[in-house]
C-alpha cells in the first residue's frame, strides 16, 4: 500500500472534518461576497439622497474583516489540531517535511478553491435573497440589485489573504514539531496560567468603573474620550472573563455544601472560560456592538417621519429673490394646489441678505435681516424694537442652543458711518424649515430694516412658506417645482458677484421639504439597517459555528473524561446536567453580558436626546433587538446540548 492510498483512505474515514473544514471556509467567503453586494452597489455609492452611506458602511465592513480573520484561523486551527497526530503518523512511516509541506499545501489549496467557488455561488443566491428581503421590509425597493466584476475580485481577495497567512502559520510550526511531539498533540492539555480570583474581581471593576466614567463625562467628551473608556470596558471585560469562574469558585468554597455538589461543573467551566476567552470575548463584544447599532438604527428609521416633521414645520420653504426661483405666486400655487393635496397656507417673509467686506481681511461677513412685523407674524409674538436695537433669532429648538447672558453690538456700515445695535434678547424657535444658509436673523424694527435694506450691501428676498393637507403626497410636486425653478434660473444671472465666494447658490435657493427630508431619513437609515440587519445574522451564525467547532473538536477527549467519571458512580442523569449547565453558561453569559453593556450604551448614547425615559421607543427597539438574539441563541444552545448529550451519552454507554 503506497503513501497515497493510506492518506486516502485516512482521508475517507475522517471525511467530517474536512467537510466541515470546507463548510467553515465556504461560509467565509458567502460572508465577504453578500457585503460587497450592500458595499458596492452602485446605486447605494451614487445615488445623491444616499451620499455619506458608503463612508457608513465602512464601519461594519471593517467589523466583518476582523470577525471574519477570526473565524477563518480557528476553524483552519482546529482543523490542523486534527491533523497533527496523523503527520506524526505518516512521519513513522517514512514520510519527510517535505512531503508533509506538500500534502498540507495540496488539500488546503484544493479545499481553498472549492470553498471559494461555492461560496460565491451561495454568495450569490442568498444575497439576492436578503437584499430583496430587507431592502423591501425598510422600504427601499427601488434600489436594485446586481454583480459586479469587484465585488468577486474583493470577495476572492480577501479570503486568500486571510486563508494563505493561515495556511502559511500552520505549515511552519507543523514543519517545527517533530515526530514525538506530533503524536502528543492530541494528548497534551492546553496550560492555563494566571488562575487568580482577584485579579477576575479587579477586571469587574474596572469595566464597571469605565462605564460609570463613560456616563459620567459623555455630555462633555470628545469622541477621544469615548474610544479611551470603551478600550477600558473591553479590556476589563476580557479580564473577568478570563478570571470570572475562578471569583466565583472562591465564593462558592464558603458555602462547601453548594461547592461540592458543583465540583465537576465549576472545574469545568474554570477551564473552558480560560480556553475559550478569545472566543467568548468576541461573542460578547458582537453582541454588544450589533444590537448598540441595530437598536439605534431602527430607532432612527422608525423616527423619519417625526425628525422630517420637527426639521420643516411648513410641507414646502425655499428662498426667492429678484432673479432666481421668481416664479409669481399664481404659477407657483398653479403647481401646488392639486386634489391629492390641496393648498392651505402661502406665507411670504421678506428678508434681507446683507453682505459686508470685513476689515483688513479678505473676507465677508454676512447676516440675514427681518424687520419685527413679519417676525411676529412668524413667530404669534408680540416683539417691538427701537431703533438701533435688534433681536439675534435662531431658527432652531431652544434645548438644541448654547446662549450666553452676553449682549452683542453688531455694526453696519452706512455710507461713511458706523451704525451700531444693541442686542436685547436672542430666542431660539423653529419656525422656518431647515434652508441652507437661513439659519439665524437679525430682527430689527420696520424703520431700520428698510434703513438697511437701502444702504448696506446684500440682496433682497422673500422666504415661501407653504402648508398643504397631505404632505406625503407632494414628492412629485416638489420635484416639479425644482424642475421649474432650475429652468428659470439658468436663463438669468447670479444673485450678486460676491455670493459664491462664501457660499453655495443652489444650496441656498434649494427647496426644504418634509417630504423629501423624509425619504432622504428613510432612504440612509434605512440601508445602514439593512447592513447591520445582515451583519447581525452573519455575526450570529459565525460565533454559533466557532463555539460549535471548538466544543465539538474536543469530544474525543470529553468522552474519555465522562468514561472515568462513569467508573466512578456519575449517573447518565448527572452527566446531562452538567453538559446542559455548562453549555447554558457558555452561550447565554456572552449574551447577558453583551446585552448588558449595550442597554448601558445605549442609555448612555441616549442623552443627547434627553435620555431613555425621554424617548421611551429606544427602550422599545432595544427589547425588541436584544428579544430577538436571546431566541437565535436559545434555538443554538438546544441544538448543541441535543449533539453534545448525544455524543456523551448514547456513544459512551
Known sequence: MTFNHIIWKMAKVQYKKYIFYFLCNSFAVMFFFMFSTVYFNERIVEVKKLEGIKD???????????????????????FMKKRKSEFGLFMTLGMSHRDISKLLLLENGLIGILSIISGLVGGAIFSRLFFLLLMNSVGLKEIPFHFKSNMFMYSIGAFAIVFLIAVGKSLFFTLKRDVIQSFRS???????????????????????????????????????????????????????????????????????????????????????????????MLVTVMIMVTIIYTTLLLTIYKSAEKDALNQNPYDMAFLQTETKNNLSVDKINSIIDQKEHPLKEHLEIPIYYSIQKLTGVDGYFTNVIMSVDDFNQLTGQRKSLRDKEYINYINEDMEYVETDDIKYDLPFDIGNEERVYKETETIAAKTINSLSYLHEFIIVSNDEFELLKQNVNGFAGNIHLIKVTNWKNTSDVVEELDKQFKSYNDSTTAITDTLDKFTSEEELLQIASKVMDYYSNKNSSGIMFFVISFLSVIFFFGTFILLYLNLFSEMDQEKSKYKKLYKIGITFKEVRGIISRELATLFFLPTILGTTIAFLYVAILATDVGGIMKNPEILEHFSIVSGVYLCIQAGYFLYARKKMSFYLTEETS
Not at 461540592?260 to 478569545?278: A, M
Open 56 to 78: 457608513a458602511l465602512a464601519i461594519p465592513g471593517v467589523a466583518l474583516v476582523v470577525f471574519t480573520i477570526f473565524f477563518i484561523s480557528y476553524a483552519h486551527n482546529v
Open 186 to 280: 492530541n494528548r497534551t492539555a492546553e496550560t492555563i496560567k494566571l488562575k487568580s480570583p482577584l485579579f477576575g474581581a479587579f477586571g469587574l471593576a474596572i469595566m464597571t468603573g469605565s462605564i460609570v466614567m463613560l456616563y459620567q463625562t459623555y455630555s462633555n467628551a470628545t469622541g477621544a474620550y469615548l474610544l479611551l473608556w470603551t478600550l477600558a470596558v473591553l479590556m476589563g471585560l476580557y479580564i473577568s472573563l478570563y478570571q470570572s469562574v475562578s471569583f466565583f469558585i472562591e465564593l462558592a468554597k464558603k458555602s462547601k455544601p453548594f461547592y461540592y455538589r458543583r465540583l465537576v461543573l465549576l472545574t469545568n467551566l474554570d477551564y473552558k472560560f480560560k480556553q475559550l476567552t478569545s472566543i467568548l
